[in-house]
């Protein structure tokens, strides 16, 4: 809020800025009143946000942890904000006394914001980021950040300054919410999308509070991503009651009403008593209207090294996902560890190893959460996985990837399928031995450690984080039909950290190619992909694994295909899903070999636009013109309409819902004198199309 700054001159000058906004507010959304009829839907109520700026444990903050649920989130505020030390203001109070009431707060179940301000985009992103990261370092609970003095213009500092400061925290700082204050409302709805999961959208006076309307984009999002502030309300009951009026009219989840006035301290102590009780009692029955989205359904949960990955299906009129997880069936911690999520996957990497999760999804809009879909569990794991061998002719290749940080590797190699001839070790007798980047081979039988010197050089190259490939020439092995290899991890002083893994490698038909027909697709189409060996397969034929490297974007089915004894090839499906922007999927096949192709996923574009009829009495009615792309959006999309003719009038623009490829409009003509023509121009993204009416006078 405004209100942070110990001087009065800096206050003054904030919360100046937050009133002159909300005047704009009043002059911009006059002519939106119109466009708020939403039918009677399921109730969600209205829980307070509070600014607790100055209540590190005295009465006031024992007030609010007594009010339980009604409370749904606090903002605290140590220092302006300004916790780090290379700050400008930097203020060097104890941070104790804050974290303590974070942690209080936090498991009173009330969502704890820490504040950081950016001077309307004016201040170093480099700061502000720092503050974030200072919350974290100083050991707060933090479930979300809220940023201060923010501007309203998307085209201006959104883009390139806000939408920047959300990644940052979205990538450095998991599951913790950002929350935005231009204290009055932002030009579109790119900063929903954006650059914030909450958004202060009023922040003044009780008189400039009543008779606003927010504009209809609102009403596309979950009540729970907007937040007021009314301050100065009269103390009296009636106000309080009017307040929350307005907020569940204008979609408002989180609210916040003072009978303070403007100065230095209108966040530092509760409203009066009979203010603060009327907004709890409020809070209690208080709902805004709406309808949550059905469950999202097929949620998956697949272990890897460290993490688990989560994949789910969409929910029709879903805004954003928010995700839960627990140790037992039916357990799931009431507060999700990843909220706001925009798509339909997640990787939790905050897990312990050999430690089983369980976890269920549900979908937020308007009216609020759904209900939970089905429990999914995995247990990640820390040893070693996807350990293949195989050799091209040349070289003799083994690949896996690990969980712990190994200092070393060693690699037993058994190539004569004898156990009782070289090192004997999990029931192989090992003739060769790949040590980091040396190859040595035994010089005894049993379990004496007896090596000659390295006989060759051996590759060793990491592909990708955690995992690792070694090469050496096939020759230098003996060339085997057949081996077994142990692998082993070792810590910087050669003892083995985990149980080693075996694998089996046996020179096999090879994979020549892969291929895909069309080579792009759009949304919702399907094209074919064609595996070929460098050969007849033999008896029992060669199966092939086939991967889509983007399953957002597309998918593979089957994902694995036999090619036929005495066939060359075979073939499997692929389907393309909805982008938002021309994505190159890498389709990987892999039979020993492997070997990938790219398919180009396209984003739809504007195919048609059309009105009916094209000849028309000026102001006779309604005309509907029709906005047609060339395959299914992947997330709300907007599609800008002009006409160069002011007898021929038309909307600003449309929106195409995912999963559709249409949308509607009207046009309204105006009584003419003479014949008229006027085009339709409907832009997108990276194209355009025109249509014509004809105007004819009455």
Request: aromatic fraction near 8%; hydrophobic fraction near 40%; proline fraction near 6%.
């Amino acid at each position: 809020m405004q209100l942070t700054y110990s001087l009065a001159l800096n206050a003054t000058r904030r919360i100046t800025a937050a009133l002159l906004g909300a005047a704009a507010l009043l002059t911009t959304v006059a002519a939106a009143v119109v466009e708020l009829a939403h039918p009677a839907a399921a109730a969600n109520a209205i829980q307070l946000g509070v600014p607790s700026y100055e209540f590190r444990g005295d009465s006031a903050f024992t007030t609010l942890q007594n009010a339980g649920a009604k409370v749904g989130m606090i903002i605290l505020d140590p220092g302006n904000g300004e916790i780090n030390p290379v700050d400008t203001g930097y203020d060097s109070e104890p941070l104790g006394p804050w974290a303590t009431q974070s942690h209080q707060s936090h498991s009173a179940n009330t969502n704890v914001f820490c504040y950081v301000h950016s001077s309307y985009g004016a201040r170093s992103l480099s700061l502000v980021e720092g503050d974030v990261d200072a919350y974290f370092a100083a050991g707060f609970t933090v479930d979300g950040i809220f940023i201060d003095e923010v501007s309203t213009s998307w085209s201006g500092t959104g883009s390139a300054y806000y939408a920047p400061l959300y990644q940052y925290i979205k990538t450095n700082h998991p599951g913790t919410l950002v929350a935005i204050n231009p204290g009055t409302m932002p030009d579109g709805p790119n900063w929903m999308d954006y650059a914030c999961d909450i958004c202060m959208d009023f922040e003044s006076n009780y008189s400039d509070y009543h008779g606003i309307y927010a504009p209809s984009w609102v009403f596309a999002y979950p009540s729970n991503r907007f937040w007021n502030a009314v301050i100065n309300t009269p103390n009296d009951a009636a106000s309080v009651d009017a307040c929350f009026a307005t907020a569940a009219q204008n979609n408002v989840g989180y609210l916040y009403v003072t009978d303070l006035t403007v100065n230095v301290n209108t966040y530092g102590s509760l409203p009066t008593a009979n203010v603060w009780n009327e907004e709890l009692a409020d809070a209690a029955t208080s709902t805004v209207s709406g309808t949550p989205p059905d469950a999202p359904a097929s949620l998956t949960a697949t272990a890897g090294i460290g993490k688990s990955t989560l994949n789910w299906q969409v929910s029709t009129d879903a805004t954003w996902y928010d995700l839960y997880r627990g140790t037992t069936p039916g357990g799931e911690d009431g507060r999700p560890i990843a909220a706001g999520l925009r798509g339909t996957t997640y990787t939790d990497s905050a897990v312990t190893n050999g430690t089983t999760y369980y976890y269920k999804v549900a979908a937020v809009n308007s009216g609020g959460t759904g209900a939970a879909s089905n429990e999914a569990n995995a247990t990640p794991v820390a040893q070693f996985s996807g350990e293949r061998a195989w050799d091209d002719g040349t070289n003799f290749y083994i690949q896996f990837a690990y969980g712990d940080p190994f200092a070393h590797f060693d690699l037993f190699l058994d190539t004569d399928n004898n156990p009782a001839t070289g090192f004997t070790t999990k029931g192989i007798g090992a003739d060769d031995l790949i040590e980091d980047t040396g190859l040595y081979v035994s010089t005894a039988n049993g379990p004496s450690w007896s090596w000659n010197g390295s006989i060759a050089t051996v590759s060793e190259t990491f592909p990708a984080t955690g995992t690792v490939k070694f090469s050496v020439p096939l020759a230098t092995i003996g060339s085997p039909a057949i081996a077994k290899i142990v692998i082993q991890g070792d810590d910087s002083s050669w003892n083995a950290t985990v149980d080693p893994a075996v694998v089996s490698y046996a020179q096999a038909q090879s994979l020549a190619s892969i291929t895909v027909a069309p080579k792009s697709l759009t949304g919702g189409q399907s094209g074919t992909i064609t595996v070929s060996l460098t050969g007849p397969a033999p008896a029992g034929g060669t199966v092939v694994s086939l991967l889509s490297e983007n399953r957002d974007a597309a998918k593979v089915s089957p994902t694995s295909v036999t090619v036929l004894e005495g066939e060359t090839t075979a073939t499997a499906t692929v389907k393309a899903y909805p982008v938002t922007a021309n994505t190159v999927v890498t389709l990987q096949a892999k039979a020993i070999h492997s070997h990938t192709c790219h398919l180009t996923v396209l984003a739809p574009v504007v195919q048609k636009v059309q009105v009916l009829p094209t000849k028309v009495v000026g102001g006779a009615g309604l005309q509907t013109g029709t906005v047609t792309l060339s395959g299914p959006v992947a997330v709300d999309t907007t599609v800008t309409l002009a006409s160069d003719n002011p007898d021929a009038i038309v909307p600003g623009y449309v929106l195409i819902h995912p999963g559709k490829s249409t949308a509607t409009f009207s046009v309204k003509t105006k009584v003419v004198a003479a014949v008229e023509t006027a085009t339709i121009t409907a832009t997108g993204a990276s194209s355009a199309s025109t249509c014509g009416i004809t105007i004819k006078p009455q």
